[in-house]
């Protein structure tokens, strides 16, 4: 697990690039899944994460609070979600890119997506809203983490 401290945009910049090289640098690991209450940061930092990505700067990142899905023109193309409104019901085009892999997600309002819906292989991240700065916890869950922890330790110790 990563804590990060975060005081500004330009440290979740930071992290959003980190988290960029993680989807490109490891095949395996294709998810990211936000957690956090309203205000904690998860679309500015899926918006990060997005324009980092090859071709980020062709998409049109905007919440997905009303489409639920939002799919972004990178490499690899990504599938943005946000399950705040979707209560139990899943949107298909989520299931269908988690079953298929062929794509990268972000799951925002993720402790809406059930257990038996999650991928072997992903990033869990937690962001709380403190006084001075917000705290993001990241989680790796992946049997192949070797290339992802070294561009999680260098945001850390910067």
């Not at 998860?42 to 994460?49: D, I, S, Y």
């Not at 705040?84 to 794509?103: F, K």
Request: charge should be negative; aromatic fraction near 6%.
């Amino acid at each position: 697990m990563f804590e990060f401290r975060i005081h500004d945009l330009e440290r979740m910049l930071v992290l959003g690039r980190a988290l960029a090289d993680c989807l490109c640098k490891e095949p395996s690991l294709r998810c990211i899944l936000l957690r956090g209450d309203l205000g904690s940061g998860k679309t500015t930092l899926a918006r990060f994460v997005v324009e980092a990505l090859p071709g980020g700067d062709r998409a049109e990142i905007s919440s997905p609070s009303f489409t639920l899905c939002n799919i972004y023109p990178t490499t690899p193309a990504v599938l943005h979600c946000d399950l705040y409104r979707v209560g139990c019901a899943i949107p298909d085009e989520l299931s269908e890119t988690l079953a298929a892999g062929d794509m990268a997600v972000i799951v925002e309002w993720a402790e809406h997506l059930p257990l038996s819906q999650l991928p072997q292989d992903f990033l869990d991240i937690r962001l709380q809203v403190c006084d001075e700065y917000r705290l993001i916890y990241v989680g790796i869950c992946s049997s192949n983490s070797a290339r992802v922890k070294p561009l999680l330790q260098a945001v850390q110790a910067t």
